[in-house]
């Protein structure tokens, strides 16, 4: 079995087609074909966010992936492909440490996507889905991405989807004052937004949540008041800014209710930023005279200044991502090598056992306590011989050397395939 991902984000495919995916990093609940059997798929992990939806598995082939994600597009394997991205083994170690320094972000160098592949690791971890390879290689990615953050300036100015929400909304109605905002979900990306709006003025904030309790607990967080989802149209009445970002599988604001609000508002504006993914609003509400829409592709980042200071950092990102790929590999290959010691005891250990019983005949005339002497005499034996070659191994991995199929090829060890497979 090998690594393999498969994927599709804003820069392969529409929001349209990207909705059609959005799991939110379950696989058992929305992705069954994708289940781990143990034998075409051992391990699995989903990376879904607002512009991205990964799968990497240890699996024989990604077919059993594509053909699943095809399913889901309603659409044959051979059209599927055309919006997906696949890469295998050393490649899809590599791809998700960039995705990890926000190399591969709508907005470059956005520091939240670390927060969103931690959870893909916890959530995989609990559902039982997630073994000891994929941990390794998530765990690396993580530490990359952290290491970006730390070293170079690519994430400076904070700029995230959130903010770039803020920034989009801000474009609209030019400043904040006598303004307020309705944040429709209390989420993480939801939080992150209301915090920027609250950065750029002091502004009346309204939560809804389907979860009403989420709700009160994000209002309180931010000082502002929760409103029941059931409300959410009355808020709209005086809202200048309502900004969605649910995980419900639907629309969750209609036009008739934007038509409704704006008939109380006097010919006000209204402003909505849908951040979601499927979107939460419906997307006609942009021909209602007064209204604005900017859904998640439309975000992007404020000045192009800022998008060149973040470009100048790359060469730096890419050197620390080849560095932590090292490490990585280096981890990697002492996994690998424990199998292979193992296997070389059991062979020399099968040996040991084939030669005294060519000699049983004379070793009945031993005495227990003679036969015991030579079973722990050759015993012995076996682990001096093996303890240089074995010492040597590992100070090999430490080098960064990868002994494992020099000696399975001179020994003839029969040991399983993962174990020699570069990833």
């Known amino acids: 079995m090998g690594v393999f991902l498969v994927g599709m984000s804003h820069a392969t495919a529409s929001l349209p087609l990207r909705e059609k995916l959005f799991v939110g990093g379950d696989p058992a609940r929305a992705l069954p074909p994708l289940l781990c059997d143990g034998e075409n798929i051992r391990e699995i992990a989903v990376v879904s966010t607002c512009n991205r939806i990964e799968i990497y598995a240890e699996a024989t082939s990604a077919q059993p992936i594509i053909d699943a994600l095809a399913s889901r597009l309603e659409c044959p394997p051979s059209y599927a492909v055309r919006y997906l991205y696949q890469h295998e083994g050393d490649s899809a170690v590599r791809y998700l440490f960039r995705v990890a320094s926000g190399l591969e972000s709508q907005i470059l160098g956005e520091t939240q996507i670390l927060g969103q592949l931690l959870e893909t690791l916890t959530r995989a971890r609990l559902q039982g889905t997630m073994g000891r390879r994929l941990s390794v290689i998530f765990e690396s990615a993580l530490a990359a991405g952290k290491r970006v953050q730390a070293e170079t300036d690519i994430g400076s100015g904070g700029f995230s989807v959130g903010r770039v929400a803020v920034e989009k909304a801000l474009s609209h109605i030019n400043n904040l004052e006598n303004k307020s905002a309705l944040i429709v979900g209390a989420g993480q990306t939801s939080e992150l937004i209301a915090r920027h709006l609250l950065a750029r003025g002091k502004v009346p904030i309204f939560v809804a949540n389907r979860t009403h309790e989420s709700a009160v607990e994000l209002a309180e967080k931010l000082g502002g008041k929760a409103v029941f989802f059931s409300e959410i149209e009355n808020v709209m009445n005086n809202a200048d800014v309502v900004i969605s970002s649910t995980r419900a599988p639907h629309l969750v604001i209609y036009r008739d209710a934007v038509e409704r609000a704006m008939e109380h508002r006097k010919g006000r504006p209204l402003v909505f930023i ?73 062979h020399f250990e099968q040996t040991r056992v084939s030669e005294l019983e060519k000699i049983s005949g004379v070793l009945k005339t031993f005495s227990s306590e003679q036969r015991e002497a030579v079973e722990q005499m050759t015993r012995t034996w076996i682990g001096k011989i093996l303890h240089l070659p074995v010492t040597q191994m590992k100070q090999m991995v430490k080098a960064g050397k990868d002994p494992v199929d020099v000696v399975c090829e001179l020994f003839s060890l029969q040991v399983s395939v993962d174990v020699k497979e570069k990833v």
């Open 274 to 346: 849908d951040v979601a993914v499927p979107r939460d609003i419906d997307p006609s509400v942009v021909e209602i005279p007064g209204v604005s829409l900017c859904n998640i592709d439309e975000l992007r980042v404020v000045t192009d200044e800022q998008e060149e200071r973040r470009r100048l950092q790359v060469p730096r990102v890419e050197q620390i991502l080849n560095q932590e790929f090292e490490k990585w590999e280096h981890r990697h290959a002492g996994m690998n090598i424990g199998p292979v010691i193992a296997a070389l005891h059991s």
